[in-house]
């Protein structure tokens, strides 16, 4: 057998390996944003970031790992038509876990997935493939197409763009760890992709994205109704932006409007990074009741050497501000390391009281992540 035909032969192989066995959520850095002077649009395919990268976030990644390396699908190994891409992530993480009974043991692969575009012209149609579950919840799995997606979009550097099919509404700082609260509770949940309309202008001054998006017929969530949402984000010269942010849902069981307010600053002498989420949500529910609920996050990030940096976080998380100790706090720190190309290490810590140690045990984790990007 030829080398080329072998090695075409194991990127199939690995490829589809990507697409059937284990739940995920593909991930990205919007650290890599501003420090870096760039937009998640200008290192994806999708304009809103995570996912396949297109040939910049190849470049960036080849440029920012420790050892180098070629940061093409396989390594260059493959030579892909030009109106092709194709990629895939595989994650696991292993270490310790409380979650208030009780230090244990605690490993499951966290991603393994693929995903392809083809591009003809200003169109893309856009598709990944995995398995997951229904829902955050669910100890079920089942093989889905998480995205699946058809965009319009005349220029990649700069300009408008219009998509339709089944995504994530782009909806605040888009941080890659779905447990961050603004995450979680914040309107932009693990498996919040769901059936909708997205157009935006993404320019390196401003970016602007609106959804409107539809009950998701694929998943039960009761957060994921019929709705809209939109976020904005203003470059403050090269150093600093803010965003503004607005979402609204209503499902079978209740009602959520959001506001929130997103900012970041970039302090180059130190190569760090700060970025700041916070947000506001009503929830009323069908029988009458409401409750107010603030989520907010402080991240800073240090690049403090080439291939590392280090995220040093605090969340917080009121569910009711008419109930006495029922917010969460947690503090997460993660240290990322690309040793080449395609490969990063992440050690993850996490604290977490209820109430301050009034509403319940506190619970943590302390894992080891291992990624590798096809």
């Known amino acids: 057998m030829n080398p080329r035909r072998r090695s075409a032969r194991r990127a199939a192989w690995l490829l589809t390996l990507a697409l059937v066995v284990t739940p995920a959520i593909a991930a990205a850095y919007p650290q890599y944003t501003l420090s870096r002077q760039t937009t998640c649009a200008a290192c994806h395919v999708s304009p809103a970031g995570s996912g396949l990268l297109d040939g910049m976030g ?23 038509p030009e109106w092709l891409k194709a990629g895939g992530d595989f994650r696991f993480a292993g270490g310790a876990s409380d979650k208030g009974a009780g230090i244990g043991g605690a490993a499951f692969p966290m991603q393994l997935e ?23 919840d669910s100890p ?8 699946h997606w058809v965009m319009y979009r005349p220029s990649a550097e700069e300009g408008y763009y219009v998509r339709a099919g089944r995504f994530q509404p782009v909806y605040g700082l888009r941080l890659s760890e779905h447990v961050f609260y603004v995450r979680r509770y914040g309107g932009a949940q693990l498996y919040g992709e769901t059936y909708g309309v997205n157009a935006g202008w993404v320019s390196d001054s401003v970016e602007a ?3 409107g998006f539809i009950k998701d017929p694929l998943r039960d969530s009761s957060e994921l109704g019929n709705g809209a949402a939109i976020y904005v984000e203003k470059r403050l010269g090269q150093e600093a932006a803010v965003g503004a942010q607005a979402r609204y849902a209503k499902s079978d ?7 929130g307010l997103t900012g970041k600053l970039w302090i180059p002498c130190a190569d760090l990074l ?13 029988a009458g009741s409401g409750r107010t609920q603030l989520t907010s996050q402080l991240l800073a990030s240090w690049f403090f050497k080439r291939g590392f940096f280090l995220d040093v976080g605090v969340g917080q998380y009121n569910a009711d501000l008419s109930l006495k100790y029922q917010d969460r706090t947690a503090v997460d720190a993660n240290l ?3 040793p080449s190309a395609h490969w990063e290490l992440v050690l993850m810590g ?25």
């Open 58 to 80: 190849e470049v960036t990644a080849e440029e920012d790992a420790s050892w180098g390396g070629d940061g093409r699908f396989l390594s260059g190994r493959v030579e892909l």
């Open 114 to 136: 693929g995903y392809a575009a083809a591009t003809k012209g200003a169109v893309t149609g856009y598709a990944t493939l995995g398995l997951v579950r229904p829902n955050e």
């Open 140 to 147: 079920a799995s089942v093989i889905q197409t998480r995205e």
């Open 209 to 211: 994205h609106v959804t």
């Open 253 to 259: 069981l209740d009602t959520r409007a959001q506001a």
């Open 274 to 286: 700060l970025q700041a989420e916070a947000g506001i949500t009503q929830q009323d529910f069908d």
């Open 336 to 338: 990322h390391w690309f």
């Open 350 to 374: 996490r604290v977490q009281t209820i109430g301050f140690g009034n509403g319940g045990p506190g619970s943590g984790f302390t894992l080891l992540q291992v990624h590798y990007r096809l």
